[in-house]
């Protein structure tokens, strides 16, 4: 940091120069076609062609495959001020390879909006309606956008941004208000444009996105029975550091020399589980079970019968944890 602090004058002025034109000020060009008139637009935060500007057709045409990034227009006054390529014009084409038009277009709906790692967009779509077209949730999963609903989708997000959450959850205790939070501020954070709030169906995506990714690392989608096929307990993971014979335990592991025995015991322990409680919702309607005992709690129905034996147990969630430890037991 010593030798950092006599550089602070350079890093400031640098800083600054990224928001204005740079180089790109002391000429006129477009850097794409050589036009010399509106070479107003570039990409904000230099997501693509380094701060290059260009004319708008040209800035239409550069992100007929990045859909998904900011544009800043240079206003005249000393300053960019934030666009959209929705409001500059771009139509975005699914069910097609990039740059190809379908002949029978399907307008999305005017409040289509994509979530994605860098904000929350608002799109103009269109989905194909070809004669041979998929269906409008495979044309947007197949752009690595998770459609919200099933039925003429309103809202997407992407999947970087979902793995991005998920792991931002796991290693970081973010939730999904803060991480939504966040991207409304990249989208705009002086708060003068209203940002759509799309946050109750980018969670319902999450659960949606956490769960097919479970059934994929547990190989369903390569058994004939895909996701119906699933039986109980499959989709739990085995623990690698526990001992599994013909996995990591020596082939003579079980005549192992008195005074040895004693690595290859199995050792189980119990211990709280508060979070359990998060389980508990109002109803199947608004919060169905994905997955009933694929994973590491036991059937619902199971545990309702163990509740309805132990109705004058002391601790009445307690009966489910043991059970869940019970069946954790047999995984192993
Ligand atoms: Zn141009
Ligand atoms: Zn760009
Ligand atoms: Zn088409």
Not at 2 to 23: C, F, I, K, M
Not at 255 to 271: N, P, R, S
Request: hydrophobic content about 35%; glycine content about 10%.
């Amino acid at each position: 940091m010593q030798a950092w602090l006599p550089h602070r004058n350079l890093y400031l002025d640098e800083l600054v120069r990224l928001e204005g034109r740079g180089a790109h000020g002391h000429y006129h060009r477009c850097g794409k076609c050589g036009t010399g008139t509106g070479v107003v637009y570039r990409c904000r935060g230099q997501e693509c062609q380094g701060g290059q500007m260009f004319c708008k057709a040209c800035t239409i045409q550069n992100h007929q495959y990045q859909p998904l990034h900011w544009i800043e227009e240079w206003t005249g006054h000393g300053y960019f001020a934030r666009t959209t390529l929705r409001e500059m014009g771009l139509r975005f084409q699914l069910g097609h390879a990039p740059g190809s038009i379908c002949k029978i277009p399907r307008p999305a709906n005017k409040n289509f909006v994509v979530i994605h790692t860098n904000g929350i967009h608002q799109l103009a779509v269109d989905f194909c309606g070809c004669d041979s077209s998929l269906a409008y949730t495979q044309q947007t999963l197949r752009a690595a956008w998770w459609p919200a609903t099933t039925v003429d989708p309103q809202t997407c997000a992407t999947i970087p941004c979902l793995r991005q959450f998920v792991l931002l959850n796991a290693l970081g205790n973010v939730s999904a208000y803060d991480y939504y939070r966040t991207l409304a501020a990249l989208t705009n954070n002086d708060r003068c444009v209203k940002v759509m709030d799309r946050r109750h169906s980018f969670t319902l995506v999450v659960k949606q996105y956490r769960h097919i990714s479970m059934l994929k690392r547990g190989g369903r989608c390569h058994d004939d029975g895909g996701v119906n096929g699933t039986s109980d307990g499959e989709l739990a993971l085995a623990c690698p550091a526990c001992p599994h014979p013909d996995i990591n335990l020596p082939p003579d592991w079980r005549t192992a020399a008195q005074g040895q025995a004693f690595k290859y015991w199995l050792f189980l322990a119990e211990d709280a589980n508060f979070r359990i409680c998060n389980r508990l919702v109002s109803n199947d309607e608004k919060d169905p079970v994905l997955g009933d005992g694929w994973g590491y709690m036991v059937k619902k129905d199971r545990y309702h019968e163990v509740l309805k034996k132990s109705i004058d147990a002391d601790e009445v969630r307690g009966f489910g944890y043991q059970l869940s430890i019970r069946r954790l037991t047999r995984i192993c």
